[in-house]
């Protein structure tokens, strides 16, 4: 707001009004403030040592790095200056941005700028302002390093006047030093995270006339595996090299279009396109690039290169701060669907937020006691229609969120170190349920699956050994489900511990048989006491021959090699007695029962053998 100063005789008031003056570069000066990101930053102990030696080598009680906003100026550091920052009607410094002179007021009551500035008449009650312009290389003026005092000054010479100029050229090279480290990627040079942020907020002010939309476009050069891989192998130095190979390859890629890097193995561009489909076909033109090898050092490397976009200023608008998380989900997405690329869409956050939300949870859940719980679905003999055993399935009933399914937050915990968090905790709940069970005189195999990342886990084994030795349940009655997969990446260690647990007493399930790799190997090699029969062949039953001839063949091989047969998915009358017509052991499904609570299990129980008799 411009003020008021009064001139002359209080008798005669003369009222005169000033305002700071507006430069004609304004725009282009504010530009490249904004751009070197110093507005509302943390201290910088660098300036603030600049300040307070100019204090002693002036003589003045206050010192300040000034930068002059768009209506406000800034400290960038202050010495003796309360206040973060002043409107800039009130600023001595605007007026110093007119000049490449230092502006000097030995006395701010003789001077009719400033003479009613708040400043002055209030606190802190300034007297004397000395401020050098800070110029950029392109000779834009960004404010002042300046000193000021509460008391008048008679003279300011050409010595201090030198003096001061030389702070400002300290502060100004300070200054570059942080444009450089605040906005370029130390290994590759490309304008880093924060610049690509910037760049986007201008862009979206500045798009196309021309009818196309502009996207953010991410390319992950390799992903974060592969570059671990490549550190492992042949060392941090050479996989920084390889990462500068990508950045130049995707650089020729794009022509004169800047790009950014983004992250450790993500580069980042913005292009144009009328549409989706336009765009798509600029992915698909850079996927083909892309998928030429990209050599180094005389190794040729074709990593699989990811890409994911999203469309700057649409109706859903995207805020400029979460741009590149949410390419971070686009990508996320294209390697979760084994695409080259995927166009963010609001839905693609909400499930990357979902999924976050579910794994933040997971150790709050194992420490409640009323969000997981055990349900157990019973396996029959299906000769006399006698219960086996249960097959124990985790449920999770989350406070917010809901019913969570297993389907969702175990393939998450997988990715993770939870998963053995809640493989624990299932155990320690089965056992403790098969005790109630055996204390009632119910003799019942409990079934308790576990991933692959149980079985490659040394101590698997020993956690197993040493609950069971807490506990009075038969080894015997308790059975380790695990699918074929768990075996295929590092079969040698997963057979020792197989064995090992097999040692304990415990029963050894292969799950999901038939729908694996090289099944017989497994057979041979696995010290398994039973073969779970895939639900997708017996839910096909009887329409299905050629799942027919599968069927008896796998229950024949299963046989013959000393395991008893499970058959999961059993789902009608027909299908059971098919099954129990071909020799299969035992069976589990909707048609004999659902999976229950443990409260549910003795009443079923009771009645079940003569219910299947019944319906049979």
């Known amino acids: 707001m411009p003020y008021s100063v009064t001139i002359g005789d209080p008798r005669n008031i003369q009222t005169m009004t000033f305002s700071p003056p507006v430069l004609r570069s304004e725009n282009e000066r504010l530009a490249a403030l904004r751009e070197l990101c110093l ?3 943390p201290t910088d102990p660098a ?27 800034w400290f960038k550091s202050r010495i003796g200056m309360a206040v973060r920052e ?33 400043l002055v008449t209030g606190s802190p009650g300034l007297r004397f302002y000395a401020g050098a312009p800070l110029i950029t290389k392109e000779g834009l003026c960004l404010g002042t390093f300046c000193v000021l005092d509460a008391a008048p000054r008679a003279a300011f010479d050409a010595v201090q006047v030198t003096q001061l100029r030389h702070f400002a050229r300290l502060a100004m090279m300070r200054i570059e030093t942080l444009r450089s480290i605040g906005y370029a990627d130390p290994l590759t040079q490309l304008p880093n995270r924060t610049r690509f942020l910037e760049d986007v907020a201008l862009w979206i002010n500045d798009a ?39 950045s130049r390859r995707v650089s020729q890629a794009l022509g004169p ?75 996320a997405h294209a390697r979760a669907a084994h695409r080259p690329w995927a166009i963010y869409h609001p839905q693609l956050d909400a499930a990357q937020q979902r999924a976050f939300r579910i794994l933040a949870a997971i150790p709050g859940a194992l420490a409640a006691d009323d969000q997981l719980q055990l349900h157990y679905q019973p396996r029959i003999d299906l000769a006399d229609g006698v219960c086996t055993g249960v097959e124990a399935l985790l449920r999770w009933n989350h406070p917010e969120l809901g019913t969570i399914s297993p ?35 119910l003799r019942l195999t409990v079934s308790l699956n576990v991933s692959a990342l149980d079985l490659a886990t040394a101590g698997f084994a020993d956690l197993l050994d040493r609950l069971l030795g807490q506990s009075r349940v038969d080894p015997g009655l308790i059975e380790i489900e695990f699918t074929e997969s768990a075996v295929a990446d590092d079969p040698l260690p997963v057979g020792v511990q197989l064995r090992r647990l097999r040692a304990l007493g415990l029963q050894i399930a292969i799950d999901d048989f038939g729908t694996g790799h090289s099944n017989f190997s497994y057979l041979k090699q696995i010290p398994a006491t039973i073969l ?13 021959m050629h799942d027919v001839t ?29 099954l129990a017509s071909w020799g299969c052991d035992e069976g589990q499904g909707y048609w004999i029962a659902r999976p229950m609570p443990a409260a549910q299990v003795a009443d079923w129980l009771a009645p079940a053998a003569q219910r299947l008799r019944a319906s049979r």
Request: proline content about 5%; overall charge negative.
């Open 257 to 331: 279009a800047p790009v950014y890097r983004i992250d450790s193995t993500v580069m980042a561009c913005v292009l144009a396109a009328r549409d989706e489909a336009a765009l798509e076909e600029q992915l698909r033109g850079l996927q083909q690039r892309f998928s030429v090898p990209c050599e180094h050092q005389g190794i040729p490397h074709a990593p699989a290169v990811t890409l994911g976009a999203v469309a700057l200023a649409t109706p859903d608008e995207v805020p400029t701060a979460d741009t590149a998380r949410v390419l971070g989900a686009a990508l």
């Open 550 to 578: 599968i069927l008896c063949a796998m229950i024949r091989l299963g046989h013959e090699f000393g395991h008893r047969v499970v058959a999961e998915g059993i789902e009608t009358a027909q299908a059971y007695e098919l």
């Open 86 to 118: 002043t409107p800039r009607s009130q600023a001595f410094c605007a007026y110093a941005l007119h000049s490449t002179e230092p502006l000097i007021v030995l006395d701010t009551l003789q001077d009719i700028r400033f003479a009613d500035n708040p």
């Open 47 to 73: 300036f603030d040592e600049m300040t307070l030696l100019a204090t002693h080598v002036f003589g003045t009680s206050m010192a300040l790095i000034s930068l002059v906003d768009d209506g406000r100026q």
């Open 39 to 41: 507005l509302d930053t």
């Open 407 to 441: 389907g969702e937050f175990i393939p998450l915990a997988e990715k993770t170190a939870l998963i053995g968090d809640i493989t624990a905790w299932v155990v320690r709940a089965a056992l403790a349920q098969a005790q109630v069970w055996h204390d009632a005189g």
């Open 532 to 544: 779970k029969l895939d639900q997708s062949f017996v839910r096909t039953l009887p329409t299905d």
């Open 208 to 246: 196309p006339d021309d009818g196309r939309r502009l996207f953010a476009v991410a390319i992950d050069v390799c992903g974060h595996g592969y570059l671990q891989q490549m550190q492992s192998a042949f060392g941090a130095d050479y996989a920084d090299g390889f990462l500068m190979a990508a």
